[in-house]
Nanobody, 120 residues
Framework: QVQVVESGGGLVQAGGSLRLSCAAS????????MGWYRQAPGKQRELVAT???????NYADSVKGRFTISRDGAKNMVYLSMNSLKPEDTAVYYC??????????????WGQGTQVTVSS
């Protein structure tokens, strides 16, 4: 089994900051990419930021310059630092992992989500 667990969501005023953390554990042989998606009420889940192993981070245009994704490969963790938050950033944020289990094929794994609410 592979577990993906997020933490760090909450309520913040517009212009404030939050930092999300995500820990991956279990029978992971190789992590190819980790990242963050979000889903606002009534909207589809969308990419926020992703960082492939050995590659550069990619960001949604709406968060460029405000959000920073980082990884700790040794700990199988990924972080999302969010600054200058806007009410439109309000959503459930999901951690995503693309990797390979021991003896398995590449798969996508998701956390349970953490709520981020930005008040105006």
């Amino acid at each position: 089994q592979v577990q993906v667990v997020e933490s760090g969501g909450g309520l913040v005023q517009a212009g404030g900051s939050l930092r999300l953390s995500c820990a991956a554990s279990g029978l992971i042989a190789r992590i190819n990419a980790m990242g963050w998606y979000r889903q606002a009420p009534g909207k589809q889940r969308e990419l926020v930021a992703t960082i492939p192993s050995g590659g550069s981070a990619n960001y949604a245009d709406s968060v460029k310059g405000r959000f920073t994704i980082s990884r700790d490969g040794a700990k199988n963790m990924v972080y999302l630092s969010m600054n200058s938050l806007k009410p439109e950033d309000t959503a459930v944020y999901y951690c995503h992992l693309r990797g390979t289990r021991w003896g398995g094929s590449e798969s996508d794994y998701w956390g349970q989500g953490t709520q981020v609410t930005v008040s105006s």
